[in-house]
């Protein structure tokens, strides 16, 4: 019987920690002006099935609408950026800072480099895409 992954994470303060229980996508780099302006830089994200994804403490978890596709979740205690999920799918984007380490993960990828801010560049050698690949 294979070992089933789990993960834990959470936002600085505590007030939101959650666990996953399952299989998290490697992490991809989103460059989109959302992004940028939500974190300040680009989004670092891994994802999970909805189902996989517990909340042990959501009493500072908020969510607010993104766009008319989706919605991000922060902590409204220490102002964390946590999360992305899409209205149709069924998974959430995790930003990938938020899991407590070791996270075993690696990038794979940046998506929507058309976007990109103009004060640095993309150098890693990992593949580029101008919109969600």
């Not at 099935?49 to 978890?61: H, K, Q, R, S, T």
Request: hydrophobic share 30%; with cysteine.
């Amino acid at each position: 019987m294979a070992e089933v992954e789990t993960h834990e994470g959470g936002c600085l303060c505590g007030a939101v920690r959650f666990e996953i229980t399952g299989h998290l996508r490697d992490v991809t780099y989103c460059h989109c002006g959302q992004c940028r302006k939500t974190t300040g830089h680009y989004f670092a994200a891994t994802a999970c099935e909805n189902d996989e994804l517990e909340f042990v403490a959501d009493g500072g978890l908020k969510w607010f609408r993104a766009s008319d596709t989706a919605s991000r979740g922060f902590c409204d205690q220490c102002g964390s950026t946590l999360f992305w999920k899409p209205d149709e799918g069924t998974y959430t984007a995790i930003l990938a800072g938020s899991l407590d380490l070791p996270t075993g993960l690696k990038a794979t990828s940046h998506i929507f480099v058309k976007d990109k801010a103009d004060y640095y560049e993309i150098t890693d050698g990992l593949p580029q895409f101008e919109g969600d690949n």
